[in-house]
């Protein structure tokens, strides 16, 4: 691992190719780079400098990955123990000052903080680390350190059990990578308890992008009749029956997901008026929307709440994933009382906010309601949004209430 500056391979960049990196896209892709000075090991901390020799950055080297270069520095720094630590230091003050309450969060969210291929979420005392680029999988024992250094944490996990570590030529990993953790986790959202299975569940543990907009949507809870649509381990619908809802449905089609929830209401006090059912959110809507010659759907919710997974791993998937949304959306839509809200989100990259609301106003024609906008939801700010990065904003959310 070379440190020493002045004899760091060099990665020159072709001419053009210098303004991403300086507007501050930490990524070069094979066809931008012009020629390496010298040999540099995968992993290896190199310099980017633009075809006219001017310094664009420090950063990771890796000739396997798609990504060769991600620069983590615009100016010339080691990867010493030092610049671990101070990044940490001035991710952690950007969620004191925006999340000054929470106790769990995401401490690192990659590009945002300018660690690519590093995410750290905390839960509480225990904290969970996902390197997803050689580099950063190399310095793991120099970033568990200064986590501890910070934090004093219980323990310190790795999930990297990410498909997308292969494309780095890494291969799966998952443990403790510093103290002890026994049995499930506790973790607050909101003042409101989530036992987690660390080890073993979605992303890291919980949703935590969706944190401020479990509050912001159980706003349009109070009295009502709600669904909690892809509820995973209930993050909406126990935000829904803390805020008052009358009753509230949780739908997932993990039995697992569900089985979570329904201990998590239990745990918060939250049971009276939750129901829980494992299915399939798109039959379930079929069935409940489905009528006869001279029927009609009787509406009931007052706020349906859909948060499905990302349905686009790819461009091509997206038409198949939009016929999808705009069916769920349509038979919901059938389901929601005069002035009943639907919050409903999108995860995928491929899809934006402006396509996202043209496949719900589709599905609004087709049902002939008229919907009036209260609301849209972006992911926490603890996952920063980077603008001059794209792929660093991805969740999106509305809430619609029928006007008509
Ligand atoms: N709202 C949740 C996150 C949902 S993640 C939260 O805030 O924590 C997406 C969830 O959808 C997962 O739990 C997954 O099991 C579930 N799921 C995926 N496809 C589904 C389908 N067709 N029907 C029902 N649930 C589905």
């Known amino acids: 691992m070379t440190t020493d500056s002045a004899s760091l391979p060099t990665v020159l960049l072709r001419p ?4 991403r990196v300086v507007a501050g896209h930490p990524w070069i892709y094979h066809s931008s780079i012009l020629r390496l000075t010298q040999p540099a090991a995968d992993g290896a901390w190199v310099q980017v400098k633009d075809h006219r020799q001017r310094l664009l950055g420090v950063g990771f080297y890796n000739s396997k990955s798609k990504i060769n270069v991600r620069v983590l520095a615009p100016e010339r720094v080691p990867a010493d123990p030092a610049f671990f630590r101070g990044r940490l230091e001035a991710a952690v003050a950007v969620r004191r000052r925006h999340l000054p309450e929470a106790s769990a969060y995401r401490v690192v969210n990659a590009e945002s903080d300018f660690l690519s291929g590093l995410v750290v979420d905390k839960y509480g005392e225990v904290l969970v680390v996902q390197t ?4 950063m999988d190399q310095r793991k024992p120099l970033i568990v350190s200064a986590l501890e250094d910070l934090f004093k944490p219980k323990a310190i996990l790795e999930r990297n059990d990410m498909a997308t570590r292969k494309f780095e030529g890494l291969g799966e990993a998952n443990g403790v990578l510093a103290g002890q953790l026994e049995g499930e986790t506790v973790a607050e959202l909101n003042g409101l308890k989530f036992h987690v299975n660390l080890a073993a ?21 109070r009295g009502g009749q709600v669904l909690d649509g892809f509820c995973f381990v209930g993050g909406f ?24 929830a329904q201990r998590n209401a239990a745990a918060n006090g939250l049971a009276a008026p939750c129901s829980f059912e494992a299915a399939n959110v798109f039959d379930w809507l079929k069935a409940q929307t489905a009528t006869g010659p001279h029927e009609k759907v009787i509406p009931r919710f007052d706020l349906i709440v859909l948060d499905p997974p990302s349905f686009t791993r790819n ?32 995860c995928s990259h491929h899809v934006d906010a402006v396509v996202f609301e043209e496949v719900i106003l589709a599905a609004a024609f087709d049902a002939r309601r008229l919907l009036r906008r209260v609301a849209t939801y972006h992911q926490g700010l603890d996952h920063p949004i980077l603008p001059v990065i794209p792929e660093t904003e991805y969740l999106k959310g509305f809430a619609f209430e029928l006007a008509r």
């Not at 997803?132 to 580099?135: D, E, F, T």
């Not at 829904?240 to 089985?259: C, I, M, N, P, T």
């Open 237 to 260: 619908g126990l935000h829904a029956a803390r805020a008052g809802a009358a009753r509230v449905h949780f739908l997932d089609q993990s039995a697992e997901a569900v089985a979570a």
């Open 201 to 221: 569940g979605h992303k890291t543990g919980l949703y935590l992008d969706q944190q401020s907009n479990y509050r912001r949507v159980a706003e349009f809870a």
């Open 315 to 346: 461009r091509a998937a997206v038409p198949d994933a939009l016929r999808g949304y705009k069916e769920i959306h349509l038979r919901a839509l059938k389901l929601l009382r005069p002035g009943g809200v639907l919050a409903t989100f999108c």
């Open 16 to 19: 053009g190719e210098a303004d």
């Open 132 to 135: 997803s680029a050689l580099g």
